[in-house]
């Protein structure tokens, strides 16, 4: 197995930020392989989940 770097960044009032190259699953089992910058969901209101849509902007996401 290759000496990958991820990184990971907690964005305030807003996503994580993943930026490397990650194997994400989804809840349907799927798996896809991303590259670069990702930006996952942590205020639970995405309608694209795992990934964010901004949504945490007009839910007030606080954390």
């Given at each position: ?20 190259s990650i194997t994400l699953t989804n809840k349907d089992g799927n ?33």
């Amino acid at each position: 197995m290759e000496n990958q770097q991820v990184k990971i960044q907690v964005i305030p009032f807003g996503p994580l930020m993943v930026e490397g190259s990650i194997t994400l699953t989804n809840k349907d089992g799927n798996v896809e392989q991303k590259e670069g910058k990702i930006f996952l969901c942590r205020c639970g209101h995405s309608q694209n989940t795992p990934y964010c849509d901004g949504s945490h902007r007009t839910n007030e996401f606080e954390k």
